[in-house]
């Protein structure tokens, strides 16, 4: 079971770096979206060093939705998705292999992008690692909500417009934990709190989502 589940990842990864619109898009929107704010806040440093918490999440997040849509769709036009529920994994593990290959190749490179991103953005190199410990907690948690909208919206009609809709307030908890983290590191004051509760999210989120995600591909491939 395990070499199955790896070989799907596997799998994911190959094609990902054989077409890598998707991962090049989504990392290309989080640096251009990031670099855009200051042109919008103005030049007070001040000012952008409060917001580059916000900042931060709020383009991780919307980029890590980019690829979202084709997460499962692409597979399930083609017909592999059929045989990837034919292998013999339970359609929960499908569905988690899918969203660990969606964090190596959208999470991972945003995760790299964050750190000089925020340091353009005047934070302070003390919060540094703190946003880099919350990303990593939050992109964990927007593959594996995300892969869980995904899976819901598959094959129903406008399913690209209703996956954001549905994602976005699920995802929201995570962005506020990470964002606050931020804020309190840089102005001294207590965030391992806010990363415990980012913790207990991924905790929560990791044995759910793959099993509503799977129900979701068994519906979808019935």
Known sequence: M?????HIVMRDLRLALRHGADTLGAVLFFIVTATLFPLSLGPSP??????????????ALLASLLPLD???GAELEDGSLD????????????????????WLTTGLPLLLAAGPLATMLGLPGAALPVLLGG??????????MGGMGASIVL?????????????L???????????????????????????????????????????????GLRAATE
């Open 135 to 144: 990303l990593l907690l939050g992109s964990l948690v927007l593959s594996l």
């Open 46 to 59: 001040e000012l952008l060093r409060r917001m580059a918490p916000g900042i931060i999440w709020v383009c």
């Open 169 to 215: 307030p699920l995802i929201t908890p995570a962005l506020i934990f990470g964002a606050a983290a931020i804020d309190a590191a840089a102005t001294g004051l207590p965030w391992k709190p806010d990363l415990e509760l980012l913790g207990a999210f991924v905790a929560a989120a990791l044995p759910l989502c793959p099993l509503a995600a799977g129900a």
């Open 70 to 72: 084709r997460l499962f």
């Open 2 to 6: 395990t070499s199955l589940f790896w």
């Open 155 to 167: 094959g129903a009609r406008r399913g690209g417009v209703l996956l954001p809709l549905l994602t």
């Open 83 to 102: 045989q990837l529920m034919l292998l013999g994994l339970p359609p929960a593990f499908v569905a988690l292999a899918k969203m660990t290959a969606h």
